[in-house]
């Protein structure tokens, strides 16, 4: 697999971050579904793109994050859990044919949210644009980040934002509510989101499971990080 698209797969994998408006709902449980869309230009292979859905449970104090691609007939197979009561997770990733898991300690929480809420917003500008998502009237603003990045960003504010931290996607340091649909543009990819459902209720106690599946081979969560960003 070439330099390029072994990049799309991770730039997709970690780009994975408020104030309150009145008859806002709270999403404390529920799951929302969204299409990912990367795209990159390969010097020998020319554009190169990929979609990958990504789905969120959220119930109370516990998230759950999966994510399914496939490019080029390779599949890739992600799945975070954390709760963030007690401050501890579980990563799974299937990736070029190995499977790696790793537990995610209070000492390691720190870096996953930072990992995870990989959008260091300094500033947000509201405009006067609006679209319609899922039935939700959504307002546009422009994000800049401070390492000068700018994100596109589409949200509805019927929706509180999600009050649990290490969710990027869904959960962005200024926007006064649930990211509905949103754009960035890397010096490697241009990174799509927008979401494909909403589903409010119906997420179980049973569907956090932090126990590592048979055939995963358990490391330690900064080797899985080391892993992952190095290829």
Do not use: W
């Given at each position: 697999?070439?330099?390029?698209?072994?990049?799309?797969?991770?730039?997709?994998?970690?780009?994975?971050?408020?104030?309150?408006?009145?008859?806002?709902?709270t999403f404390d449980n529920g799951i929302v579904t969204y299409?990912?869309?990367?795209?990159?230009?390969?010097?020998?292979?020319?554009?190169?793109?990929?979609?990958?859905?990504?789905?969120?449970?959220?119930?109370?104090?516990?998230?759950?994050?999966?994510?399914?691609?496939?490019?080029?007939?390779?599949?890739?197979?992600?799945?975070?859990?954390?709760?963030?009561?007690?401050?501890?997770?579980?990563?799974?990733?299937?990736?070029?044919?190995?499977?790696?898991?790793?537990?995610?300690?209070?000492?390691?929480?720190?870096?996953?949210?930072?990992?995870?809420?990989?959008?260091?917003?300094?500033?947000?500008?509201?405009?006067?644009?609006?679209?319609?998502?899922?039935?939700?009237?959504?307002?546009?603003?422009?994000?800049?980040?401070?390492?000068?990045?700018?994100?596109?960003?589409?949200?509805?504010?019927?929706?509180?934002?999600?009050?649990?931290?290490?969710?990027?996607?869904?959960?962005?340091?200024?926007?006064n509510g649930l990211p509905l649909a949103y754009s960035m543009?890397?010096?490697?990819?241009?990174?799509?989101?927008?979401?494909?459902?909403?589903?409010?209720?119906?997420?179980?106690?049973?569907?956090?499971?932090?126990?590592?599946?048979?055939?995963y081979k358990e490391v330690s969560f900064s080797e899985l990080?080391?892993?992952?960003?190095?290829?």
């Amino acid at each position: 697999m070439n330099k390029t698209l072994k990049k799309l797969f991770f730039i997709a994998t970690f780009a994975l971050g408020i104030t309150t408006v009145g008859a806002q709902k709270t999403f404390d449980n529920g799951i929302v579904t969204y299409k990912m869309t990367t795209t990159a230009q390969d010097p020998t292979a020319g554009e190169i793109s990929m979609d990958a859905d990504m789905t969120f449970h959220i119930s109370g104090k516990e998230a759950k994050t999966s994510m399914s691609m496939n490019a080029m007939g390779m599949q890739m197979d992600v799945k975070s859990l954390i709760n963030s009561q007690n401050r501890t997770g579980v990563v799974l990733m299937s990736f070029f044919g190995q499977k790696m898991a790793a537990k995610v300690t209070p000492d390691d929480y720190d870096e996953l949210i930072k990992s995870n809420n990989d959008f260091d917003i300094e500033k947000v500008e509201p405009t006067n644009e609006t679209k319609d998502i899922l039935g939700y009237s959504c307002k546009k603003a422009i994000a800049t980040t401070k390492q000068g990045m700018e994100l596109e960003i589409y949200y509805t504010e019927a929706i509180k934002p999600i009050a649990i931290e290490g969710l990027g996607n869904i959960n962005m340091k200024g926007i006064n509510g649930l990211p509905l649909a949103y754009s960035m543009q890397t010096p490697q990819a241009k990174v799509s989101f927008e979401a494909k459902s909403i589903k409010e209720g119906g997420v179980k106690a049973s569907d956090f499971n932090y126990t590592i599946p048979e055939g995963y081979k358990e490391v330690s969560f900064s080797e899985l990080s080391q892993m992952s960003g190095g290829m």
